[in-house]
């Protein structure tokens, strides 16, 4: 049974705002005809025109899944469902916070309103009720659920907002990081392939040692800094064809804290990892590292990782002072150093998959193809 009668919007500066209320979808259910039809020549009346009633309860949470209503106005006492059971019913719908439920009931005493209260009734309307104060109640109910159902819409436009922002630093950092890193290399007579295929042996070493998929996405991202602090090493030392002397090596060592130094003072997870790679890619495994001497797991495991597969993809490449290596000597190399410069624990699983190793070395490895996904899981990360 739908309301009857003229519909009219309420005048004054308000419009907009009345226009809603007045328009709202309502629905109300009472086992008594004629107060429903009280009701809506009351509401018709104050220009309502989104009344919808019924006369059996049981039919209301169907209507309500159909009609998403502002308000619901109820009766307590029904033969088929009381409004305690119809609240108990409607709250699947209505999970958390109070019910949009007003009340219209002949029952005065406390108790009962106490209890309905409780059960998630924001209002009350005595009957037989005032037109005027019927109107009143419903009008501010309506309103307030509106104001809600703006502010909600507000927050999510304003979580979007967040989440593409969030997006944009993140490929930001991520490619800033990236590009530092490839200054570092170029100095190095690098093309910056050398810590793309570090980044990529690094992020699978980690997943074999048991990282989860937002640390290998977080580890491979932070990879290419590793050598950042190259940029502070002179060009006669950094591209030195022969052997190092003891001077010229000291002063290639500092790289490691210059790139802890450049990383400090950004609290990300991202450069947080990536200044501890810095910092302790270069210690190994029995202490006789730099450039704080530390020994086996008192190492990060990510400055463990990257210590491995840097010296690995190193050994395979063409350097000034030195042809590549063939991959066979270069395991045999890694596999003498097990225990001494590398993790064991690393080394045994290393060697367990190094054809997927030697993959990644092959010019014909589409580096590109896996940038994506891990940009995407590292978002996730810095959004939660």
């Avoid at 004054?12 to 005809?33: F, Y």
């Avoid at 109070?98 to 108790?111: A, H, Y």
């Avoid at 590793?226 to 940029?231: P, Q, R, S």
């Avoid at 990536?274 to 190994?284: D, P, Q």
Wanted: charged share 25%; aromatic share 4%.
């Amino acid at each position: 049974m739908a309301g009857t009668g003229k519909s009219r919007i309420l005048a004054g500066p308000d419009g907009p705002t009345a226009a809603r209320i007045l328009g709202a979808s309502l629905l109300a259910v009472d086992d008594e005809p004629r107060n429903l039809r009280g009701l809506e020549r009351t509401l018709s009346h104050a220009g309502f025109t989104g009344l919808r009633t019924t006369t059996d309860p049981r039919e209301v949470p169907e209507l309500y899944r159909q009609l998403q209503p502002l308000l619901v106005l109820t009766d307590l006492c029904m033969p088929q469902m009381s409004g305690f059971e119809l609240m108990e019913a409607l709250r699947e719908q209505v999970p958390h916070g109070p019910l949009p439920v007003l009340v219209l009931t002949s029952l005065r005493d406390r108790q009962t309103r106490i209890r309905a209260l409780r059960a998630g009734a924001r209002d009350f309307l005595t009957k037989p009720f005032d037109g005027a104060e019927a109107v009143a109640r419903i009008r501010n109910l309506v309103e307030m659920r509106l104001l809600e159902q703006d502010l909600t819409s507000h927050n999510q436009r304003l979580e979007r907002a967040v989440r593409q922002r969030t997006r944009e630093l993140t490929r930001s950092r991520q490619q800033l990081i990236r590009r530092l890193g490839q200054a570092a290399e170029y100095r190095d007579e690098e093309t910056g392939q050398h810590i793309e295929r570090v980044a990529h042996m690094g992020a699978l070493l980690g997943r074999l040692a048991g990282l989860g998929k937002i640390e290998c996405a977080r580890l491979e991202a932070a990879l290419p800094m590793h050598d950042v602090g190259k940029i502070a090493v002179p060009d006669a030392i950094l591209r030195k064809p022969g052997p190092l002397t003891d001077q010229e090596r000291a002063v290639m060592q500092t790289h490691t804290t210059v790139g802890g130094k450049l990383l400090a003072g950004d609290e990300s997870r991202l450069v947080v990892l990536a200044r501890s790679i810095a910092l302790t890619h270069h210690e190994r495994w029995d202490g006789s590292g730099y450039p704080a001497g530390l020994a086996a797991e008192a190492i990060p495991l990510p400055g463990r990782i990257c210590a491995l597969v840097d010296v690995f993809d190193a050994l395979t490449s063409v350097r000034p002072y030195k042809d590549a290596w063939p991959v066979t000597k270069a395991m045999d190399e890694i596999l003498a150093q097990a225990g001494a410069q590398f993790d064991p624990h690393l080394v045994a699983l290393f060697q367990g998959h190094r054809s997927a190793f030697e993959g990644i070395l092959r010019p014909e490895f589409h580096l590109a193809s896996h940038s994506s996904s891990s940009f995407h899981t590292l978002y996730e990360d810095e959004e939660s």
